[in-house]
């Protein structure tokens, strides 16, 4: 536990993802820029698509002291590694996400003391820890948003055969000589008579 600004803080101020907001005060129009690169936590993806653990995430953010917490507005971008939902293949690119979160002061009574407040976990706000925000709960959501659950390496992508696996990419003129089982009978007689 980290005690910052006289409150208790389970946040590491070392984390690549936790920014100090203790030059805001809490003095509202107060604003501050960040720019950061910090590396991807691990299962950062959607589907096929992921940023591999590790990669670099830019970070270019505002921080603006509003009267209920900090306001954190900017852009995220960061490297995806996916696999072509149709034909396999490997896909890169670069995504940029943006992102918008209210930090919030903690409630506290008229002595400006913590106080805690019970509130159902789904609609709760982020809250400052001391002069702490973590901003990976933020980036992940805002990357796993953007990704495609099905991504493709072409929008025109012919994808895989279905019955021998190969890409119909590679042999447009690809194609298996299909007989209706309800002629299976007839093509038995044809064979028959080609033997004879």
């Not at 948003?145 to 021998?164: F, H, I, V, W």
Request: proline share 8%; hydrophobic share 35%; with cysteine.
């Amino acid at each position: 536990m980290q005690e910052c600004g006289g409150a208790l803080s389970t946040l590491d101020p070392r984390a690549p993802f936790v920014v100090s907001v203790r030059d805001l005060g809490r003095r509202a129009g107060a604003m501050q820029e960040l720019r950061r690169t910090a590396p991807a936590p691990a299962d950062l993806g959607s589907g096929l698509a992921r940023v591999p653990e590790g990669a670099e995430i830019d970070l270019d953010l505002r921080l603006e002291s509003v009267v209920e917490g900090v306001l954190v507005s900017g852009t995220i971008r960061v490297p995806v590694r996916a696999d072509c939902a149709r034909g396999l293949e490997p896909v890169e690119w670069d995504e940029d996400a943006d992102i918008q979160e209210l930090f919030v002061y903690p409630p506290q009574d008229a002595r400006g003391h913590r106080v805690d407040v019970a509130v159902d976990e789904e609609d709760a706000q982020p809250t400052i820890e001391g002069d702490l925000i973590d901003l990976e709960p933020t980036v992940r959501d805002a990357i796993v948003l953007r990704l495609p659950l099905a991504p493709t390496c072409r929008e025109d992508c012919a994808g895989l055969c279905s019955e021998c696996g190969a890409r119909l990419d590679d042999d447009p003129g690809h194609g298996h000589e299909k007989t209706d089982p309800r002629w299976g009978a007839l093509s038995a007689l044809r064979d028959i008579e080609k033997d004879n």
